[in-house]
């Protein structure tokens, strides 16, 4: 049983990354989005992410049950996919946000924090039968303090391009394979973005519009699953993590020419920016 916190936290023992000393402390500023204290390097096909390889990823529960992922962008939002929230959306404090976990089986360590969501907007544009705008933003009831475990991602300008090709990684608690077993640790992945015009061809089924961003190798393999929904996709530029996209759909998991379908974040850039400002 997960049991939300407020501002109170322990204080530890450890190396503190935001002013390279060690000392006994609670919080520390954020050094910069998208930096983690790693030097960067089941999701289908992944492997047990580092401790502290991800810190703003969050896993979110509703009614006390782990359903999906999303992205820390301040102290205050998140950021995940309107499909996890929609229909369930009317009361915001089912839902929980966990930040800092590693190990959804032990919660010291990272010291995780649990905290209620109060408030919850979809993206006017959403559309589900077409899968469009899936996105949502998330707010945390209480301001999260930073840690070397909870840091901010980087939200792209509108303007900013990740090339077809570009290797960019996936994270998430979600299924190993399709209909499979959930994992305790965070699974993490690399996968390299396609075009639009490809991601058409392999996925007939669905339009795949301007809002939306492929990614997925041709043998398959590697994917998102179930539960990694509103996770994020990150490509690393200049030593920076940017969250390119947020988990959507595929067919299936990790399939041959079945490419995983992200909301493509440069399109809500302003939209997201209003809620941060």
């Not at 023992?13 to 983690?36: A, D, F, H, M, W």
């Not at 969050?58 to 929609?86: D, I, K, P, T």
């Not at 032990?106 to 408030?119: E, R, V």
């Not at 061809?201 to 339009?207: C, D, K």
Request: hydrophobic share 35%; net charge negative; with cysteine.
């Amino acid at each position: 049983m997960l049991t939300p916190v407020g501002d109170g936290t322990l204080a530890l023992q450890l190396s503190n990354q935001c002013s390279n000393q060690s000392v006994i402390y609670v919080e520390c500023t954020p050094r910069e989005c998208g930096k983690t204290i790693l030097d960067s390097s089941r999701i289908v096909g992944g492997t047990d992410a580092r401790v502290g390889a991800w810190p703003w990823i969050a896993s979110l529960y509703y009614n006390g049950r782990q359903v999906c992922g999303a992205s820390l962008l301040n102290n205050e939002w998140l950021v995940s996919a309107a499909h996890c929230v929609y229909g369930r959306n009317l009361i915001p404090s089912n839902w929980r946000a966990v930040l800092g976990m590693h190990d959804s089986s032990n919660l010291t360590y990272p010291p995780a924090k649990s905290i209620w969501i109060d408030q919850i907007v979809i993206n006017p544009h959403y559309n589900r039968r077409t899968k469009d705008s899936d996105i949502a933003m998330m707010h945390l009831e209480v301001s999260v303090n930073y840690t070397d475990y909870i840091q901010p991602m980087c939200l792209p300008e509108s303007v900013q391009s990740f090339p077809t090709g570009l290797n960019c990684s996936i994270a998430g608690w979600g299924r190993t394979e399709s209909g499979g077993p959930v994992p305790n640790i965070l699974q993490e992945a690399r996968v390299p973005l396609i075009s639009n015009e490809k991601c058409q061809q392999q996925m007939p089924e669905y339009n795949i519009t301007h809002s939306m961003i492929c990614a997925g190798y041709e043998e398959g393999g590697v994917d998102t699953c179930q539960g990694d929904s509103g996770g994020p996709l990150m490509c690393q530029q200049e030593d920076r993590w940017y969250l390119t996209g947020v988990t959507s759909f595929g067919y299936g998991c990790a399939q041959p020419q079945r490419p995983g379908v992200y909301a493509r974040v440069t399109t809500f850039t302003e939209w997201i920016q209003s809620f941060l400002t």
